[in-house]
């Protein structure tokens, strides 16, 4: 029996938000998921300031390598797929229609081509969703 969770990230770029909460769920619940994430339109790098912050979060480790797009992945093998935006739902049930019941919207805006200090606000807005994201998963296991 498998008791593994299969959760995927979906945001644009999978250069910033969706690797870094990867990253941060694989920290915090690694026991209770299987974690991966996915970018609408990926970008061929891991944002500087993302590692910077998992860095100091001594979660580095737990970062992807490399982007990689939504199309690549097996959609209806995820049990829980989040999208940051609402558009990323829309792409995701475009692929997948019969997914509907399994994608939740976080509204986490794009930090792309902001300050520092937005991309760090974007990364605590992050973590917070996912310790509360590790604390439904892990207890209802």
Known sequence: MNLWLKVLFVCSGNSYRSPVAEALLRKYAAKAVEVDSAGTSPINY????AKQ???KENALQFLKK????????????????????LQHKFSVLLQCPECADR??????????????????????QIKTKIKELAGRLTNSR
């Open 66 to 85: 490399s982007p990689e797009g939504l199309d690549s992945k097996r959609l209806s093998d995820y049990d829980l797929i989040i999208a940051m935006e």
């Open 103 to 124: 994608v939740e919207v976080w509204n986490i805006d794009d930090p792309y081509d902001t300050t520092m200090e937005y991309e760090q606000q974007i990364y605590q």
């Open 53 to 55: 912050f998992l860095e």
């Open 46 to 49: 891991i944002s500087t300031h």
